[in-house]
């Protein structure tokens, strides 16, 4: 039987609806194919259609997906930052967790990953490293690794991303209101009637800083010792950073952000969780080596080549901390949904999880023992 496994959008995790598709497919395992030029998912110049496309398939996701064994579909930024903390906080109080963390989050969805870079929202991923960082300031009290004094420091690669995400977002735009109510605090509280929501303060203790700032992109020789000055001035020098007990760094994937977030887990790793939402630093650097995969979610859609009669199943490849790594595979048939098909325990695949020979063999052996040869 041979297979195409396809790793399109299947849902929308942010807000503004872009898609991609890279394919694999072979007799036997899967190879890397990009066939985007013969999608049928269009670009986003083409309105309505690609939108109406991108609410189908989130739909058919959202129908397959079984709660039980898979916990809530990471269907938008608000669902994927509290199951992705849920598995942090899984983590951190685990009695093996080591004195140094470094946490990964990997949400494999186009419109989250920055090695597509014609759909890659970067505001959309901000906004769920905010959210992401208003959970683990929720589950404070929960976590003996965060103080409850403590606040995130979201890492993000410049001022321009900083700038537009607070242009855009409403989750900045109440936290400026916080920070601007708060200095004028002791005029406010005098003529309120009613206490204020600590959970408002809770919630809101984050910060987003940039490893260059204004700075132009450092080059040449001395682009790492530039790098390392920069993230200090911007990240470091803060005197908010002795409070910081959580640094999101947000996508890295340039050599500007190999070398800062080399830097920040080297300098801070041993005092504070590091937690990389969306890694695409390739190779993985020597500080990565040791990290844990906590919180990780790849869809694919099968197609069988040969039979076109059979169905096209769909597949969720996932951890989340302490469980192992999981196929979750939807016949689209049988109208189970996703069904927990297979595992393998993270400490024999490394952080970056199963190979895709492990996926197509199950694919294949599902396939074959649900439709036949």
């Excluded at 399109?8 to 807000?15: D, F, K, N, T």
């Excluded at 470094?102 to 494999?108: C, E, N, P, Y």
Aim: overall charge negative; some cysteine.
């Amino acid at each position: 039987m041979k297979i195409t496994v396809a790793v399109p959008l299947l849902l929308q995790c942010v807000s503004t609806t872009t898609a991609f598709s890279s394919y694999y497919s072979s007799s036997s395992l899967l190879k890397t194919t990009n066939i985007a030029g013969i999608t049928n998912l269009q670009s986003q110049s083409d309105g309505n259609d690609y939108r109406n496309d991108m609410d189908e398939m989130r739909k058919i996701l959202e129908q397959s997906w079984n709660e039980k064994t898979m916990s809530a579909p990471p269907t938008n930024s608000a669902s994927a930052a509290l199951a992705a903390c849920e598995s942090i906080v899984n983590y951190l109080n685990d009695p093996s967790t080591e004195e140094k963390k470094v946490i990964m989050v990997d949400i494999a969805l186009p419109l989250m990953d920055p090695s597509y870079q014609e759909v890659y929202d970067d505001v959309g991923a901000v906004e769920f490293c905010c959210k992401l960082a208003m959970e683990l300031n929720y589950k404070r009290d929960e976590c003996k690794s965060l103080k409850n004094d403590g606040s995130c420091a979201i890492i993000v690669n410049n001022q321009n991303l900083i700038d537009r995400a607070t242009d855009k977002l409403d989750i900045l735009a109440d936290l400026e209101e916080v920070e601007e109510y708060d200095d004028f605090s002791d005029f406010a509280i005098s003529s309120m009637d009613t206490p204020l929501d600590d959970d408002i303060d809770e919630r809101n203790s984050f910060r987003l800083a940039s490893m260059i700032g204004d700075s132009e992109v450092p080059t040449g020789k001395s682009m790492i010792n530039d790098v390392c000055k920069l993230v200090s001035k911007n990240v470091m020098e803060s005197e908010q950073i002795q409070t910081d007990d959580v640094i999101i760094v947000n996508a890295p994937i340039s050599q500007v952000e190999l070398v800062a977030t080399r830097w920040l887990i080297s300098r801070y790793s041993m005092d504070k969780s590091i937690v990389i939402v969306n890694n695409r630093i390739n190779p993985l650097p020597q500080e990565m080596m040791g990290a844990v995969p906590s919180y990780c979610v790849l869809p694919l859609i099968a197609r069988t080549v040969q039979d076109s009669n059979n169905p096209n199943p769909k597949i969720v490849v996932m951890r989340r901390f302490p469980d192992d790594w999981q196929i979750h595979i939807d016949d689209s048939k049988s109208g189970k949904g996703f069904e927990l098909v297979s595992s393998v325990p993270a400490k024999k695949v490394g952080v970056r999880g199963p190979s895709m020979e492990w996926i197509s063999g199950c694919v294949k052996d599902f396939m074959q023992q649900r439709f036949g040869a």
